[in-house]
T-cell receptor
Framework: GQNIDQPTEMTATEGAIVQINCTYQ??????LFWYQQHAGEAPTFLSY??LDGLEEKGRFSSFLSRSKGYSYLLLKELQMKDSASYLC???????????WGAGTKLIIKP | DTGVSQDPRHKITKRGQNVTFRCDPISEHNRLYWYRQTLGQGPEFLTYFQNEAQLEKSRLLSDRFSAERPKGSFSTLEIQRTEQGDSAMYLC????????????FGQGTRLTVV
């Protein structure tokens, strides 16, 4: 079967670093997306990893290990506006199909 | 605004009524997707269009749901004989038809069936 798991909720402190993990079991895996979704709003694209390793983009970095079926999103210098849900989605062999995780709700405290 | 737009943003309907939602994708995007999202869950794939062709439809989608993209531009999603279980956020997304590219989402239509 196809399955994606990520923690339901995480709490972190403003200015700190947080790592949101995502594990997946899929057939025909191509790559992994991370999206940010504020409450009541549409998901917005953060990153797409195809190759193993860490990709850095400003305060946000994303890591992928294809052999372990594992990814994480690393958020540095947390700001209150980073409070949102973070969704990982596995991109399948077909050129459009995404399998989505349920999202991790990140709560930032002052 | 040149992003993906959806109309209406909110819809309240009585059980048994039909509803139709519209999505206008980013103009140069050939691919269009419909998703359904309930609270605390990730988007659930409903259907996918490449230009005007509907190439994939989720097996979870009952025959009460139908989607069209008649001229390969805007798309409509119709739900007939709505049920309370249809209450959800319906998201539309579009992307370029060039390998793997990010999908841009609209703000969604929140449907409440009472």
């Amino acid at each position: 079967g196809q399955n994606i798991d990520q923690p339901t909720e995480m709490t972190a402190t403003e200015g700190a670093i947080v790592q949101i993990n995502c594990t997946y079991q899929t057939s025909g895996f191509n790559g992994l997306f991370w999206y940010q979704q504020h409450a009541g709003e549409a998901p917005t694209f953060l990153s797409y990893n195809v190759l193993d390793g860490l990709e850095e983009k400003g305060r946000f970095s994303s890591f992928l290990s294809r052999s372990k079926g594992y990814s994480y999103l690393l958020l540095k210098e947390l700001q209150m506006k980073d409070s949102a849900s973070y969704l990982c989605a596995a991109h399948m062999d077909s050129n459009y199909q995404l399998i989505w995780g349920a999202g991790t709700k990140l709560i930032i405290k002052p | 605004d040149t992003g993906v737009s959806q109309d209406p943003r909110h819809k309240i309907t009585k059980r048994g009524q039909n509803v139709t939602f519209r999505c206008d994708p980013i103009s140069e995007h050939n691919r269009l997707y419909w998703y359904r999202q309930t609270l605390g869950q990730g988007p659930e794939f409903l259907t996918y269009f490449q230009n005007e062709a509907q190439l994939e439809k989720s097996r979870l989608l009952s025959d009460r749901f139908s989607a069209e993209r008649p001229k390969g531009s805007f798309s409509t999603l119709e739900i007939q004989r709505t049920e309370q279980g249809d209450s959800a956020m319906y998201l539309c997304a579009s992307s370029l038809d060039a390998g793997v590219t990010e999908a841009f989402f609209g703000q969604g239509t929140r449907l409440t069936v009472v």
